[in-house]
């Protein structure tokens, strides 16, 4: 059974930073591609970050040169980090999982893309 939690969400300062995990059991996380969404309520989910199975990756530009994605095959677990934190990075915050493992270096660019999604973590920012 797949699943997939989140933590390492909290109250952060602007300019700050946080890393989030994402624990994964019943697949190992270099076998799919994964990534990494937020959603504002009210708003559509936006997917953040994403990494192929390669390890390649992608980030929207609203993050680009601000989170890394990265995965502990070891640890089974995935990992945003989150730097230079912005008033517009509040949100819950998912880690997902394409159904298939897909082909190698295929890149999700799209929360659309995920059917498998954890709990969330909560990021606030601090004024």
């Known amino acids: 059974q797949v699943q997939l939690v989140e933590s390492g969400g909290g109250l952060a300062q602007p300019g700050g930073s946080l890393r989030l995990s994402c624990a994964a059991s019943?697949?190992?996380?270099?076998?799919?591609?994964m990534g990494w969404s937020r959603q504002v309520p009210g708003k559509s989910r936006e997917l953040v970050a994403s990494?192929?199975?390669?390890?390649?990756?992608y980030y929207a530009d609203s993050v680009k040169g601000r989170f890394i994605i990265s995965r502990d095959v070891g640890k089974n677990t995935l990992y945003l980090q989150i730097d230079s934190l912005k008033p517009e990075d509040l949100a819950m915050y998912y880690c997902?999982?394409?159904?298939?493992?897909?082909?190698?270096?295929?890149?999700?660019?799209?929360?659309?893309?995920?059917?498998?999604w954890g709990q969330g973590t909560q990021v606030a920012v601090s004024s």
């Open positions: 997902g999982r394409p159904r298939l493992t897909g082909r190698y270096y295929y890149i999700p660019k799209s929360y659309l893309d995920f059917t498998h």
């Open positions: 990494i192929s199975r390669a390890g390649d990756t």
């Open positions: 019943g697949f190992t996380v270099s076998d799919y591609a």
